[in-house]
């Protein structure tokens, strides 16, 4: 099973080297695993090898080539000693980066911790410094990463992600000198650093389930956060807070919660992924807006592209795509949330109350009722 599992991570290695088209990465980690499997599978790595060998270097090779930096560059991109792969991920997105869809609360949060950099001079000049360092909390897909690439095109420095694939290495020790060499690479000059889903390598150091080599890794990032220069800004991110060592948590200067969209951010998000296709189906907005309640905007963001391809091919029409999209999310919704979509979609005027009932599931008696409670309450809100 062991000899299994490191097959299979061997294989991942591999796949992620080919789709970010590091070919000299590639050919480094094939030449490992050559050396690796030469005792344990023979046949394997003699074909391994020879497929590295047959393979002359092209100067026009389709991936993109990653050459081994030199030990002594002073701003070499730091690499795992192992497999080669590079320890931070870098984005330097134009000023011009679309904003993310945020409330009105979060927006405020981010703009302070903007200005507060922008205006570094004033607040020097008071005795103060800009926040160093930030934690977003919030569960997938509400903008966490998208908003680290907003902060950095608007402060117009490059954002490094930190790759945690490559930072665990499966060597002794060799973990946390990863993790610092990729600190030590980013504090050089002004940047963003982005730490997603720290909580993998930031677990309370009480926790017993874990290896003495992850506990490091938090004694690590507890000196790196102390130290960070206020010339740089440290993000991290987190689905799970309550993973995350208290001692670290203390540490941060901000912590920023993003929410689940609510229905103003939902109608936005909807507007701007429909693009070019939102006069063609303007008239669901509202009805999408209901349907995609509960989601994260990746969410509704892959399903609107599904809807803008769909259409593009001319493989059904606007209603169809509709109506279909209704009848599954309809069916994830208890019985209360069904009713007010089967309400929505007969007081949108998009569908009838026949179809209304038919793909929510809900009669039609139910939705007559309840549609003329609806209208009433309104009435009631116009007199008033």
């Given amino acids: 099973m062991d000899e299994q599992n490191a097959v299979k991570k061997d294989l991942v290695q591999l796949v992620r080297l080919s789709l970010l088209e590091q070919a000299d990465d590639v050919r480094l980690y094939v030449a490992r695993l050559v050396r690796k499997y030469r005792t344990t599978e023979p046949q394997l790595a003699e074909q391994l090898d020879l497929f590295l060998k047959n393979r002359a270097t092209r100067t026009n090779t389709p991936l993109r080539r990653a050459a081994v930096p030199p030990r002594n560059a002073e701003h070499a991109m730091p690499v795992d000693d192992e497999s080669r792969l590079t320890l931070l991920r870098t984005f ?28 570094a001079d004033r607040l020097k000049a008071a005795g103060l410094e800009p926040s160093r360092s930030a934690i977003f909390v919030g569960p997938p897909g509400v903008g966490k990463s998208l908003t680290a690439r907003w902060i950095a095109a608007q402060l117009g420095v490059p954002l490094y992600v930190l790759d945690l694939t490559a930072v665990m290495s499966s060597l002794l020790g060799k973990s946390g000198s ?51 220069p206020v010339t740089s800004l440290l993000i991290a991110a987190t689905n799970h807070p309550e993973l995350i060592d208290p001692a670290l948590w203390r540490r941060f200067d901000l912590e920023i919660k993003f929410e689940m969209p609510d229905e103003t951010a939902i109608k936005d998000s909807v507007r701007r992924f429909l693009g070019n296709d939102y006069p063609l189906l303007a008239k669901w907005i509202d009805v999408l807006t209901y349907a995609f309640k509960g989601l994260s905007i990746s969410d509704i963001e892959r399903s609107i592209q599904k809807f803008r391809r769909t259409l593009v091919l001319g493989i059904a029409s606007d209603t169809d795509l509709i109506e279909e999209f209704i009848r599954g999310r309809a069916q994830m919704l208890e019985h209360t949330a069904r009713i007010e979509l089967a309400v929505t979609l007969t007081n949108s005027k998009t569908l009838s109350q026949h179809t209304a009932s038919d793909l929510t599931g809900v009669s039609r008696d139910t939705i007559r009722k309840h549609g003329n409670k609806s209208n009433q309450t309104k009435e009631r809100y116009k007199k008033a």
């Fill in 178 to 228: 990863n993790l610092r060499a990729a600190l030590d690479f980013a504090k050089r000059v002004p940047c963003v650093l982005f730490l997603d889903e720290i909580d993998a390598i930031a677990k309370r150091r009480s926790d017993e389930a874990d290896i003495g080599e992850l506990k490091r890794l938090v004694n690590v990032i507890l000196q790196e956060v102390d130290n960070w």
């Fill in 92 to 119: 330097n997105d134009p000023r011009d980066f679309p904003e993310p869809l945020l409330s009105e609360d979060l927006g405020a949060s981010l703009s302070q911790l903007l200005e507060e950099r922008r205006q």
